[in-house]
């Protein structure tokens, strides 16, 4: 319970900081043309077959021109189990960039509407003690 709360305390530090350097930029006739603003959060990846893993991101978003705004991400999370078995180990490190439309709103609460592109860098291993590691690397 307390790494919930944990992880939604820094995401919403993180859109916080994300909203006041969006409110700092420069506005032409009321609109804002070239807002900038970062992006962090903190969360939980529960992959299958693994415990519960902690989850970074960042993410970039600017103004291109009118109500337009790309948007670059990464994440990342990794997760090591030991077990009489062997020791697994999974990790992915993600990146995409998105494009987003953003409604004309006079309100500090914005809506956006729009898609991206991304690629998974996902890399598992399996060590059996004393023998062999067994390693697999995939994207897509």
Do not use: C
Not at 58 to 87: C, F, M, T
């Amino acid at each position: 319970m307390q790494a919930k709360m944990a992880s939604f305390a820094l995401a919403a530090a993180g859109l916080i900081a994300a909203g006041r350097a969006e409110g700092q930029t420069r506005s032409t006739g009321g609109a804002r043309d070239q807002a900038r603003s970062l992006g962090v959060g903190v969360g939980r990846v529960d992959p299958q077959g693994q415990d519960a893993a902690l989850w970074l991101t960042a993410n970039l978003r600017w103004g291109i021109g009118g109500h337009v705004v790309v948007e670059p991400e990464a994440s990342y999370w990794k997760k090591s189990q030991a077990s009489p078995a062997g020791d697994s180990r999974v990790e992915d490190l993600s990146g995409g960039v998105n494009v987003l439309y953003r409604f004309r709103s006079r309100r500090p609460l914005g809506f956006f509407a729009g898609g991206g592109v991304g690629l998974h860098l996902v890399r598992s291993s399996f060590t059996i003690p004393g023998s062999i590691t067994v390693v697999s690397a995939r994207s897509w």
